[in-house]
């Protein structure tokens, strides 16, 4: 495409989400863990903005790792790329050679560079081979997906994860399709679902109709909710008191993990009435935003990617009482 890491992906709330981290990032030999690294643009103005500080940026996509890696070549050793899923944040502490992170950042989904690869499968707008894969060493794609799962659980997928209304029509009109011939390019799955739709359905506002689809396969493809799933805690428990957690999801089964998350860190955990908060009940987390912070109406405009996103922020007060840590994380 011979364009660079910075023209390919506008970071969403750039300047927020360093405002947000800055604070824990002062003293010498601070660490950052970027969990999305992408084209590496939020890490760029974090080494920028905190010269003391040193970067560790995840990301499960070789050509994201190559390319940020390039664009950040400049500030040689504070960077460092470490090729994994978000929730490796262990792998992640230890590449930096550190015992705990001072703040780190998820900016959840897919980067432009993904979307507009055509070979990459992941738009419904442009024919290509049904990939979908975030990291192209694991060996399940899309197309694999939709030779394998039964009726039913193609019809769960697109209903969770892409809160698909003709979930059950578009997995039955799946598995009608491959008894004769399997699928595997992306305009025929989005020419099958505009089919497998009620006329009214198609020229419905919100977008293509196979939107939806497209959206819950990459979900089910990269395993995106489980693997958050754990991210999350695992993020929380990696920083040290004082450290800081920024998470953008955009839609709201990720917003949805991420929200029980810090509410669960930042209640206090004791029936109603009890005269005394034990220690082990006190939260350990501060939010630092109230709700979930949106776009400005400018950015939204600007970069449409900003316009579901859905910024959350806290701040660790304590370590994790001990009753209180997930088992996994
Ligand atoms: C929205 S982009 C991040 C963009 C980045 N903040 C920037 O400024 O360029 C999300 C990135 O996270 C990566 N990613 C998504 N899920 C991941 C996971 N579970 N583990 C590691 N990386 C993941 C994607 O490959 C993609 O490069």
């Given at each position: 495409m011979g364009q660079d890491a910075a023209s390919r992906h506008v970071p969403v709330m750039r300047d927020r989400c360093v405002d947000l981290m800055a604070p824990a990032l002062q003293r010498e030999g601070a660490v950052a863990i970027d969990g999305t690294l992408g084209m590496g643009g939020h890490t760029e103005a974090l080494l920028e903005r905190c010269p003391q500080a040193r970067v560790v940026g995840i990301d499960r996509d070789e050509q994201a790792i190559a390319l940020a890696s390039e664009r950040l070549a400049r500030f040689g050793d504070r960077f460092i790329a470490h090729h994994a899923t978000y929730d490796d944040m262990a792998g992640a502490l230890a590449a930096a050679g550190a015992e705990s992170a001072d703040a780190i950042l998820l900016d959840l989904g897919v980067s432009s560079l993904q979307i507009d690869e055509p070979e990459r499968g992941f738009s419904y707008a442009q024919d290509a081979p049904l990939d979908m894969r975030m990291d192209r060493s694991e060996t399940r794609n899309a197309a694999d997906l939709l030779r394998e799962e039964d009726e039913r659980e193609l019809a769960r997928i697109l209903k969770v994860y892409g809160e698909e209304r003709f979930a059950p029509r578009i997995a039955r009109a799946i598995v009608r399709r491959r008894q004769t011939t399997p699928l595997t390019r992306s305009t025929e799955l989005a020419d099958l679902v505009l089919e497998a739709m009620p006329a009214a359905a198609r020229h419905a506002p919100g977008g293509h109709p196979a939107k939806r689809t497209f959206q819950a396969l990459r979900i089910a493809v990269n395993r995106e909710l489980e693997v958050l799933d754990r991210a999350v805690p695992a993020a929380i428990e990696a920083v040290g008191v004082g450290g800081r957690v920024v998470i953008m999801s955009y839609h709201s089964l990720e917003d949805r993990l991420v929200k029980h998350a810090f509410a669960v860190g930042s209640e206090v955990d004791v029936p109603p009435g009890l005269p005394v908060v034990p220690d082990e009940a006190q939260p350990y987390l501060r939010l630092l935003t109230r709700g979930a912070e949106k776009a400005s109406p400018e950015e939204a405009e600007s970069n449409?990617?900003?316009?579901p996103v859905r910024l959350r922020a806290a701040e660790r007060l304590?370590?994790?009482p001990p009753s209180r840590r997930r088992r996994d994380a």
């Open positions: 449409p990617r900003s316009k304590r370590p994790t």
